[in-house]
T-cell receptor, first 111, second 117 residues
Framework: QKEVEQDPGPLSVPEGAIVSLNCTYS??????FMWYRQYSRKGPELLMY????GNKEDGRFTAQVDKSSKYISLFIRDSQPSDSATYLC???????????FGAGTRLFVKA | SAVISQKPSRDICQRGTSLTIQCQVD?????MFWYRQQPGQSLTLIAT?????????ESGFVIDKFPISRPNLTFSTLTVSNMSPEDSSIYLC??????????????FGEGSRLTVL
């Protein structure tokens, strides 16, 4: 079993839709949860960062962490064609530095 | 933020040869990380490079295949040695976000896309 599971998609939605991206994980020691966005032929860029459980909102983006279910989500409101990218979840813990990434979900937002 | 420059951005290489990828950061950082991103797969950490010490390699990666140099606090190189088609991948250099210690907040370079024929 992989430590982090993420549906690779692709996920195709119309412009303006609400997008939900999800990851599950198996290691209960994870405390830091990140979402990275990666455009084609570019390196990943940090989009959202959350410590422990709870929600975090930044503009059209909301990150949720449910540690009891080992489940994290990224919601994108009013999706735009410019949101078309691969979204990677990532997580780490303080027991020893190593960030574990999901495989990434490819998102296409159609105008 | 940190600006990370990687060279080359892409290359096509012959089987059995070696290629060195350079990573330059615009600020001094303690740790630099090298990742591999294969098509359809998650980013995999190859090794962590600290200035002045040997790099720490993850399971499945060895120094003979992926030698790393870290001559100062802003620069590192990764060499992919004796390449085979299985080494075709994107190689990414990354550093921790300023002020972030062991939290997983990373900045990445644009990547070096390597194709081995």
């Amino acid at each position: 079993q992989k430590e982090v599971e993420q549906d690779p998609g692709p996920l195709s939605v119309p412009e303006g839709a609400i997008v939900s991206l999800n990851c599950t994980y198996s290691n209960s020691a994870f405390q830091y949860f990140m979402w990275y966005r990666q455009y084609s032929r570019k390196g990943p860029e940090l989009l959202m960062y959350t410590y422990s459980s709870g929600n975090k909102e930044d503009g059209r983006f909301t990150a949720q962490v449910d540690k009891s279910s080992k489940y994290i989500s990224l919601f994108i409101r009013d999706s735009q064609p410019s949101d078309s990218a691969t979204y990677l979840c990532a997580m780490s813990h303080t027991g020893g530095f190593k960030t574990i990434f999901g495989a990434g979900t490819r998102l296409f937002v159609k105008a | 933020s940190a600006v990370i420059s990687q060279k080359p951005s892409r290359d096509i290489c012959q089987r059995g040869t070696s290629l060195t990828i350079q990573c330059q950061v615009d600020s001094q950082v303690t740790m630099m990380f090298w990742y591999r991103q294969q098509p359809g797969q998650s980013l995999t950490l190859i090794a962590t490079a600290n200035q002045g010490s040997e790099a720490t390699y993850e399971s499945g990666f060895v120094i003979d295949k992926f030698p790393i140099s870290r001559p100062n606090l802003t620069f590192s190189t990764l060499t992919v040695s004796n390449m085979s088609p299985e080494d075709s991948s994107i190689y990414l250099c990354s550093v921790e976000a300023p002020g972030a210690v062991n939290t997983g907040e990373l900045f990445f370079g644009e990547g070096s896309r390597l194709t081995v024929l």
